[in-house]
């Protein structure tokens, strides 16, 4: 008796460790918010004459803040953007929705968020999206 009791323990230990060892909402979010922690495709930038302008969000476009538009993130969400020629990196917040039109565009991002990745002379790069945290 006192082994199958010992083999309950040790089954229930180990399934205890195994749930605590993963974080599905890592993974996967709920529908209508984004189902990857990492996405890769085109970014552009915004143009100057947004700048003074509300986002989405509420708050006025800076070009010279770090921040970025995409189409599903929650506001108030961080990512970092690495442009993927040149391995440059840069940190953002999602503070408005697009970019609108081609789908391989994946993310808008400000001027001063573009020149830090290197990618103003193109105007268009591939880039890696990390999501680093969610409100």
């Known amino acids: 008796m006192k082994v199958v009791g010992l ?8 399934s205890i460790i195994c749930a605590c060892g993963s974080n599905p909402s890592l993974n996967a979010r ?4 984004i189902e990857t922690k990492i996405q ?8 100057d004459s947004f700048h003074g302008r509300k986002t989405a969000s509420g708050e006025i476009y800076d070009r010279e803040k770090f921040t970025a538009a ?7 969400t ?3 953007v690495t442009n993927l020629t040149n391995r440059k990196s840069v ?3 999602i503070n408005d929705r697009g970019p609108f039109g081609r789908k391989e565009r994946i993310i808008d991002l400000s001027y001063a968020a ?6 103003l002379a193109m105007g268009v790069a ?10």
């Open 7 to 14: 083999i309950i323990y040790f089954a229930f230990l180990i």
């Open 30 to 33: 709920n529908a209508g918010t």
């Open 40 to 47: 890769t495709g085109k970014a552009v930038y915004y143009s």
């Open 70 to 76: 995409h189409r599903d993130l929650p506001f108030g």
């Open 78 to 80: 961080l990512v970092r």
């Open 91 to 93: 940190v953002v917040k």
């Open 114 to 119: 573009a020149k830090k990745i290197g990618m």
């Open 126 to 135: 591939n880039v890696k999206l990390e999501i680093l945290s969610d409100k």
